[in-house]
């Protein structure tokens, strides 16, 4: 999941701001498939779910992008079907820059959810005052849930979710040598109390949930936590061979 999609002819390609961008065939692929719950209202509905996911997935790796190039270093963005990928050389900046790009993207996105926010209390009332504009109205709210959700479950210290970058920024600030595998181990342990709390929240509706489908979050945070107990014991192969070298 954290690899980027190779290539296809499908691809949609531009540039924005002087960034390369990306799109993935996949991408309009997995948003239809998630937002296909508003084909009961019409299709041009999943149509108009795809269109926010694409402006709020955007405008998240825009902020990443953005904050790499305060840095130094410029980047390009993909959009495939797991979401969006920023990708740049960051690994040679400083590790407080590292975290504020990774926190730069959910930034950003909490940023437009502000302007829609603000568009949805000034605005709105006086463009449709007679609730004439459902298809506005629907926008603005897919809006307000993508960029407020999808923003704060990035920040989940989960590899390889923006939290998760931070996450491993700060184990291995604090402890260079084990600091890896700590941050995997947590990422780990979290995925898989997310993945086993969204199954007994299918069985028992009635317990604290935010708006998030849980089917989709058992296999999400599954994946996830599959993920990172595989890195896990690659990093942990690793050091074993490299410590064995050392005793040499
Ligand atoms: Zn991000």
């Given at each position: 999941m954290l ?79 797991f979401g ?66 999808w923003?704060l479950l990035n920040l989940l210290p989960v590899f390889p979710l923006d939290g998760g970058q931070i996450m491993r920024?700060?184990c ?8 890896l595998r700590l941050s995997l181990g947590l990422s780990f342990v979290i995925a898989g109390l997310i993945a086993v709390y969204s199954g007994i929240v299918r ?6 949930y935010p708006?998030l489908d849980p089917t989709f979050n058992i296999i999400l945070f599954a994946l996830l936590a599959f993920e990172s107990l595989q890195l896990m014991m690659a990093v ?13």
């Amino acid at each position: 999941m954290l690899l980027e999609p190779t290539p296809s002819p499908f691809d949609l390609r531009w540039r924005m701001f002087g960034i390369p961008v990306r799109v993935h065939p996949t991408f309009w692929l997995f948003g239809a498939i998630l937002g296909w719950n508003y084909v009961q209202l019409g299709f041009t509905y999943v149509l108009l779910w795809v269109a926010c996911m694409f402006v709020s997935i955007l405008v998240h790796e825009l902020g990443h992008v953005f904050m790499g190039r305060a840095c130094g270093h410029e980047g390009y963005i993909v959009l495939y079907s797991f979401g969006g990928l920023a990708i740049g050389n960051w690994h040679h900046t400083q590790r407080w820059q590292r975290i504020a790009i990774s926190f730069a993207g959910p930034a950003a996105g909490f940023a437009l959810l502000g302007l829609v926010f603000l568009f949805q209390r000034q605005f709105l009332p006086q463009i449709d005052p007679d609730f004439n504009m459902p298809m506005l109205r629907r926008a603005v709210m897919m809006l307000i849930f993508m960029n407020l959700f999808w923003n704060l479950l990035n920040l989940l210290p989960v590899f390889p979710l923006d939290g998760g970058q931070i996450m491993r920024e700060i184990c291995t600030g604090i402890a260079p040598r084990s600091g890896l595998r700590l941050s995997l181990g947590l990422s780990f342990v979290i995925a898989g109390l997310i993945a086993v709390y969204s199954g007994i929240v299918r069985a028992k509706p009635e317990l604290p949930y935010p708006p998030l489908d849980p089917t989709f979050n058992i296999i999400l945070f599954a994946l996830l936590a599959f993920e990172s107990l595989q890195l896990m014991m690659a990093v942990e192969r690793e050091r074993r061979h490299w410590d064995w070298n050392d005793d040499r």
